[in-house]
Every structure is written in C-alpha cells, then in structure tokens.
C-alpha cells in the first residue's frame, strides 16, 4: 500500500497563539508584521510511504521510505540552522 500525505499552512501571526517551538506569544513576534519588518507566507509538502505486510501474518506491517516533497517558501536557511531534519 503506498500513502501520500499533502500538508499545507500559512506561517503568520495570530493573536493569542504562540510559537510552537519557543512559546514565544504571537503578540511579542507579531509587532515585525506590523511594522512590516515579517510578512505572512505559504508552506506546502508532501510525504508518500510504502505500507507492506504478508497475508495471514502476525508480523507488524513494515513501513518503507519513500518521497518528501517540500515547499518552505524561503522558510529553510542555506545552512540548515533551526532546521527540524
């Protein structure tokens, strides 16, 4: 069986929310948007896996690799700092 997951999300800023890695509240980062030094932007990716198991098996399903397909929009630094891979 192969499974694709597509994913998309708009990074911005929204009152009473927070950054899911630092905790920091949106209203603390969110004053760069305002003053125009940040801008809102898309993110999109895909992941596809390979799901394959024996009929009649008592054996766990194995899950191979497979594709990932992202789009950060400028989000990744060239140098992969902060990066999550």
Known sequence: MEVTIHAEDRYNFDRGEEDIAT???DEENGRFAELGWA???DV???VT???TWEL???Q???VGGGDVDREPAGEDRVDGRG???
């Open 23 to 25: 905790g920091t509240p």
């Open 39 to 41: 801008k809102s932007f």
């Open 44 to 46: 999109s990716g895909s």
């Open 49 to 51: 896996r390979t799901v």
């Open 56 to 58: 009649g098996s008592d």
């Open 60 to 62: 766990p399903p194995v």
């Open 83 to 85: 990066s999550s891979q």
